[in-house]
């Protein structure tokens, strides 16, 4: 009698501590503090993929609008999903290179670092095989 009681006891204790231990924390019970800022981290390195709908012939970003910190010396990685690419800012772009050529490999094509006088918002155009234009993709540079 007295093992069963033992049992059902570890049992007991053993699904409270999978309850507890596996409770899903929401992000907006978790306050950020200056040292939990994810969006202003340092050299943070955005992912954006490039894409073009095959049956529309239209081309996609997955991030339509990015917005980096020049003071966080934060870059851009651009990756195609099916063809090679170009980036182009037109005459004043927000990087050192411009048009920012996007082969289709996995490794992605990085933008490099913001210019010194990069402020605002720079519009952009994909450019690539059989892309009818990207919508009104933007990078905002504070």
Known sequence: MMTKKK???????????LIFACRKTSPESA????QHTPGQG???EFAISIYTDQQTGLCFVDFPEATLWKTKHQKVTWFSDDFDYQVDFGPHGPFGRNPIPVPFNPQGSSSGSLNADASGHYD???VGKSCKGAGDPVIYVK
């Open 7 to 17: 049992i059902a006891l570890a049992g007991l204790i053993v699904g409270m501590v």
């Open 31 to 34: 306050p950020l503090t200056p």
């Open 42 to 44: 340092d050299q943070r």
């Open 124 to 126: 952009y155009t994909i």
